[in-house]
């Protein structure tokens, strides 16, 4: 039997309602992977699977209704839940997409190859996508992943090169 690995798609954030709607920092693309299942992770805990009654969008967030809550309460117990979905389960991309999870933990270089660092974290903010590069001496940049500072992405040397906006760097690594 192979094991299976999940991937993040969001956060349960907060209960939405009185009837055990939830609110979700959804982080994929696709609204199909909140349809039939998902798995929830409480903690460092084993993923379990639940039947989704309904979702939808709502303020940059999706609403998710789960089968096994139906008031607030039971809602307020899954904020900070995970909601993960196997990664056999995640739709095709084209060749110009990746998956997140598969730029963590490349090398992050500039576009004269020198190293900046590697992609340790991701983070959404108000819709932005943010990438967390720690430095070899431990500093971390926050560094905005749009088209406009993302130069390549090469899966098979693991390494993604960018350029940075002007000031950027020097505002996280220099020696304050």
Not at 11 to 30: M, T, W
Not at 50 to 70: D, F, M, N, W, Y
Not at 75 to 96: G, Q
């Amino acid at each position: 039997m192979t094991e299976t690995h999940f991937i993040e798609i969001g956060l349960i954030v907060k209960p939405h309602g009185l009837r055990g709607e939830v609110c979700v920092n959804y982080f994929a693309d696709s609204p199909f992977l909140l349809k039939n299942t998902v798995w929830l992770q409480k903690g460092k805990s084993a993923p379990v699977e639940h039947k989704v009654v309904s979702s939808r969008p709502h303020k940059g967030q999706a609403l998710l209704t789960l089968e096994i809550c139906h008031d607030r309460n039971c809602a307020e117990e899954l904020r900070n839940v995970k909601v993960l979905v196997p990664d056999a389960e995640l739709p095709d991309l084209t060749e110009e997409e990746v998956y997140l999870h598969e730029l963590d933990g490349m090398k992050v270089v500039l576009e004269n190859g020198s190293l900046v660092g590697r992609i340790t974290e991701f983070q959404f903010n108000l819709g932005s996508e943010v990438w967390v590069i720690t430095t070899d001496d431990k500093k971390e940049v926050l560094f905005p992943a749009t088209e406009e500072f993302v130069v390549d992405i090469d899966i098979e040397k693991e390494t993604v090169t960018i350029a940075p906006p002007p000031g950027l760097l020097e505002l996280y690594l220099s020696e304050k």
